[in-house]
């Protein structure tokens, strides 16, 4: 008798565990991976003096660029109509997609339908430890005065550097003006300067550039990047492939730029 007794209790305790657990586990979340949304707020503007046109869209990317040997993964995005500048944006993504010691910046575009008005060319650094660089300016792409047979003047994307080619997501941007002023990014920092052009020959003074950190991989970039930018001699261009080449003493080219 005294055996049923204790054997009765010890399914009611089970009984009461059973039911415990079931409650606790309706109130945790199913999927441990799931974590509240986040936001990052901030404006997207520009420089220049002129007004959108009626249907652009301004938009605001937040990539993981910890790979720089490989395209940056979009963690999330946002659109907003731009009718007026600086945009105003939020962007909302999962935090559980942000793994702690990786790197993520945000770029921002301004595009009209599928063409590409403006883009971001400096890195905005979010997540660091310090305050989120949210505040972006773009720069113009389709405006800049194109470069003819007889000029290098135009906006140019770096695409080659000593035919060892360059990280994909690092945007080294030379800007070329017709009266030689240079203007651009190295892909970390913002440079100025002037090109001295005569015929098929050009040469760089020494280049201004900001002092801002990135990482390693992107700084030695684009320190090489102003080093040849230093050793150049001529240029030429393919009008067909819309391509420019920066050419050393000796003919070799050192600099390779898809036209923007």
Known sequence: MARATFDNRSRTISRRSLTGAMALGLLAPSDPALAAPRTLRGSVSYRERMALPRGAIVEVSLLDVSRMDAPADTIAQTRVRGNRMPARYVLRFDSSRIVPRRNYALQGRILLGERLLFISTARHSVFTGGRDQTDIEVQRVQATTAAGPDSPAGRWLLEDLRGAGVIDRLQ??????????????????????????????????????????????????????????????????????????????AGQALLTFSAL
């Open 172 to 249: 080294s941007v030379l800007q070329i003006a017709p009266d030689g002023r240079v203007s651009g990014s190295g892909g970390c920092n913002r440079m100025s300067g002037r090109a001295t052009i005569d015929g098929a020959r050009i040469s760089f003074s020494p280049l201004a550039a900001t002092r801002m950190a990135c990482t390693p991989a992107a700084m030695d970039q684009e320190s090489r990047f102003f080093v040849a930018l230093g050793e150049v001699r001529s240029w030429k261009i393919d009008q067909r492939r819309r391509k420019l080449a920066l050419l050393g003493a």
